[in-house]
């Protein structure tokens, strides 16, 4: 109630500022248009803008979804709640603290705005295989880790070219099947981008887990299972290990290995064999030695020998021994545990179950219901943290988007970010 005051104080004492609404001025309108715009466009849009008095119009008119439509087809929305959301995406904990812009944050709000000649689209940013430049305020085309905080004050996001392909930090074509849209993004060291912290240390995990968590919202004890077998849990995971079946007050290492994200068959297992960080940047290794097969583990010189499992070293071998080989096909199934523990239902799931590659695993990841379900999740707490939204709500929300679900989905996170900016529960 009080920012509302502040508000009305500042519509009528300060109407001066924008002389449009210095006559008649229809206030509950005004208001509600001033919140949408705060919220949507961060501020920016200034109430000088020929957009903010047909913003007015429409809440007048009833039509307080067209409003925020308005404000969110802005140009000014790029620049502050969709650049927002684009650098949250790079880590796993969606908190834009520290993310600079770069590569994959750029390709995000392309796909987020349609950009680069594109139309928007929700349901490629994990397989799409293009970069997106951006054009400087002097008209020079740059990597958007080039723009100065003078220049990100100024940029035009909607004038961003878009590049086909993605090349790594040596200049190497990543070969389209290897292309996860914006997860294989980068062009320098430490450019806060997904790729550098996906492909940095660890096996596989660092970056399928991140993968998944991003686009569903789950975790990793979310689609564990105890229905998973040793083949499905990769090599470099001891089978000798006392908690292999049985964890000690905790899931058994067979259940989130086997069954979970990081499995053989569901998590894409030996994505990480192709991908590393290394001082130059995010580099992509299309035929890599045993040495850098991260699916082997963490310590590139044991990799060899727990490929090979040598069953008569002492002490035992650190190893899987029923774990198949590395796949050099890079293949991931869906179908074998994830469909039977019903974690496929609870995603919506809508693309097939197999197939082989990053690229075909982001197409699919980008048809199921619970992408469109948890952007709706992130735009609510970012619009309207305090609001209340049925689940009813959320699900029409989410399915206004969805063209897997409704036919007239637009595939837009603008039509999300209108949709729960004009909500009741977000007034």
């Not at 070219?161 to 993605?166: C, F, I, N």
């Not at 993004?185 to 399928?208: E, H």
């Not at 964890?247 to 569901?266: D, E, K, R, V």
Request: charged fraction near 15%; glycine fraction near 10%; proline fraction near 6%.
């Amino acid at each position: 109630m009080q920012s509302k005051r502040r508000t009305f104080r500042f519509l009528v004492y300060g109407s001066f500022i924008f002389p449009l609404l210095s006559h008649a001025i229809d206030v509950p309108s005004t208001v509600t248009a001033v919140r949408l715009r705060n919220g949507i466009t961060g501020g920016l849009m200034p109430f000088s803008d020929p957009l903010f008095p047909k913003m007015v119009s429409k809440v007048a008119a009833g039509d307080i979804y067209g409003a925020a439509l308005l404000a969110a087809d802005s140009n000014y929305f790029g620049s502050s709640l969709g650049r927002r959301l684009a650098l949250q995406m790079q880590t796993p904990s969606l908190d834009s603290t520290g993310i600079q812009d770069n590569d994959a944050s750029a390709f995000l709000l392309a796909h987020f705005i349609g950009a680069g000649g594109s139309v928007p689209r929700i349901s490629t940013i994990w397989s799409e295989s293009a970069t997106y430049l951006v054009v400087d305020p002097n008209g020079n085309t740059v990597h958007a880790a080039d723009l100065s905080t003078q220049d990100l004050a100024n940029v035009d996001w909607t004038q961003m070219v878009r590049l086909p392909g993605q090349q790594d930090a040596n200049g190497t074509f990543i070969l389209v099947q290897h292309v996860g849209g914006y997860t294989t993004l980068s062009d320098r060291p430490d450019d806060g981008s997904f790729a550098i912290y996906g492909a940095t240390a660890g096996t596989n995990l660092r970056m399928i887990e991140g993968i998944w968590e991003i686009a569903t919202g789950l975790t990793l004890l979310d689609v564990a299972s105890v229905a998973a077998s040793p083949q499905q849990a990769p090599r470099f995971v001891p089978e000798y290990d006392p908690n292999f079946f049985v964890g000690q007050n905790q899931q058994a290492c067979i259940s989130c290995h086997g069954g979970g994200m990081s499995s053989l068959n569901h998590g894409y297992a030996t994505v990480a064999n192709i991908f590393d960080v290394t001082d130059n940047g995010f580099v992509f290794n299309p035929n890599p030695t045993t040495a850098m097969k991260k699916s082997l583990g963490s310590n590139p010189r044991t990799r060899n020998s727990v490929l090979t499992c040598n069953l008569t070293r002492v002490p035992t071998p650190v190893c899987n021994p029923e774990s198949p080989d590395v796949d050099p096909n890079q293949t991931w199934d869906l179908s074998q545990v994830w469909a039977k523990s019903g974690v496929l239902t609870a995603m919506g799931w809508q693309g097939p179950t197999t197939g082989q590659g990053l690229q075909s695993l982001g197409y699919a990841i980008g048809q199921s219901w619970i992408v469109y379900q948890f952007l709706t999740q992130r735009v609510i707490s970012e619009l309207c943290p305090l609001g209340s939204f049925s689940t009813a709500e959320v699900n029409a929300i989410a399915a206004a988007a969805n063209p897997w679900a409704d036919p007239a989905g637009t595939d837009d996170l603008r039509t999300i970010v209108a949709k729960v900016a004009s909500s009741p529960g977000c007034l």
